[in-house]
């Protein structure tokens, strides 16, 4: 030991590399500590200043940006620029919600918001992606009604959700409230007509997460207009939890094969982002799929700190663009969407240390009011403001609306 201090004291460059390293270190260090929020202050609703600060963010790059699909990830192929972008926006959309009903001031601006971003979806650019796979117009098909094939799930799926958004904001344009109708009614038909109680996201692939989107905004509905309840989430999740638990973790699988057999098992994006679209579904179902995630999938790389595998534990899997990059296996969107999960079950502990994970990962940084996630890109920031403010949708805004009176 005290050979190796003499050896390093003669070498003056290695001593100030170290200086170097150990400073960035710290630096780090007390940046995390600046700008992270530990759980219980997230579960007893005081993080008021960052949220609003990451809601301030996101509304200047979605609402306030004119920037296309492809403008917001260029560095993407195509088709993950459309899914990329169409999730920026219903995810910024799902946190207004969420910090409307733990904010009530916020909620007109939010209202405004919604419908705003509701139009650029329903434009012919934000759903190009999806008719390119298609070979058809999502809207289109929608249109038609009776008969139709049980796809296009998350295009429609997405904008179901942002539409139920604002309906529960107490919107009032009957435009929309048709289009609400019209979308749910065919989302139901596709999800129950299909042989395996779920519809597919592109011809012959069929993807149990975005099913879980379609899901969580049919059950919003029908809690809205029971007089037009489709009952389709009630059967969905029936059907998930006798046909396609992963026999290993009872995780709802992530991926079907076009004859309904299973082509992927559980896995922690999938149960991280169900952790959090089935909670506006069935609160019991995604709190259990989260137990389930957390018993299975949890891991703890270092103290204080945790992560989300992507794959269960003496399994080994690659990462893609659902998953993100893996880093010990630990999956990054799995890791986010887990923080839904933490947050609506009251896991503080779990969920600081999620948080940390993603403070550190992310390294935040503020300027002007608006905070935001500098390694993360736009629908990064938007899903993680979604889950960390997670919250159930009630009716106090529907009297606002005369469309909603008397619901």
Known sequence: MVAWVRWLGRRWWLRGAVGVVAGLVLLKAGWVLVFWVGGGALIANEARGDLMARRAYLIGQTYGNPAGTAELHPYL????????????YSMTAAALANIAFLYPETRQESLVVIEGLIERVLAA??????SD?????GLERMAQGEGTRYGHIAYLGQLNFMLAAYHYLGGEKAEYRRLFQENSAYLAQSLDS??????????????IPDNAVVVASLALYDR??????????ERWLSHMDSHYRDPET?????RLTNDGSVLVDGRGSGAGWNSFFLFYADEAVAQEQYGLLKEHLADRPAPGVAGVREWPHGHAGPGDVDS??????????????????ARHTGDAEFLSALLLTVETAGFTVQWSGERQYLLAPLVGDACLLAMKSVTRWDGRF???SPLLSGL
Do not use: C, K
């Not at 650019?125 to 999806?130: K, L, T, V």
């Not at 796979?133 to 117009?137: A, L, Q, R, S, T």
């Not at 109680?197 to 692939?205: A, F, L, V």
């Open 77 to 88: 192929p195509p088709l993950f620029q459309g899914e990329w972008a169409l999730g920026s």
């Open 125 to 130: 650019e934000f759903r190009q992606f999806d």
């Open 133 to 137: 796979m298609w070979g058809e117009d």
């Open 194 to 207: 299909s042989p395996f109680h779920n519809g597919e996201t592109y011809p012959r692939q069929i993807f």
């Open 224 to 233: 809205l207009f029971p007089e037009e309840a489709t009952g389709t989430a």
């Open 250 to 254: 009872g995780l709802f699988v992530f």
């Open 324 to 341: 993100g990059p893996l880093f010990l296996g630990l999956s990054p969107s799995g890791t986010g969407f887990a923080v839904a999960g």
């Open 398 to 400: 529907l009297n606002t």
